[in-house]
């Protein structure tokens, strides 16, 4: 299986930054896409974004501009920085990973989640 260790979270003040970094470790075949999610309490839990192993990136329209994911392959680690925070950016963060395991069928993703690291953001 895949594990997905997060770190970097912690409290800012709005217009700070922080920079999150989620490892995966495991029994990995190929990771496709790896990336970022949130959930703020009583909402639902979003997309923020996401980079494919060939670097193409895909963002929220609530965080176009403030932040950058980032991927390095041969550290099966990915990364976001975020910029400009907003106290409506508060909440944690989950890293996601689409990834094959050795063994496994090549032509199937699984979904793995990390635990998740807090955000928040102070106005």
Request: aromatic share 10%; with cysteine.
């Amino acid at each position: 299986q895949v594990q997905l260790v997060e770190s970097g979270g912690g409290l800012v003040q709005a217009g700070g930054s922080l920079r999150l970094s989620c490892a995966a470790s495991g029994s990995i075949f190929r990771i496709n896409a790896m990336g970022w999610y949130r959930q703020a309490p009583g909402k639902q839990r979003e997309l923020v974004a996401d980079i494919t192993s060939g670097g193409y990136t895909n963002y929220a329209d609530s965080v176009k501009g403030r932040f950058t994911v980032s991927r390095d392959n041969a550290k099966n680690t990915v990364y976001l920085q975020m910029n400009s925070l907003k106290p409506e950016d508060t909440a944690v963060y989950y890293c996601n990973a689409k990834a094959v395991v050795r063994g496994s069928n090549p032509f199937l993703d699984n979904i793995y989640w990390g635990q998740g690291t807090q955000v928040t953001v102070s106005s």
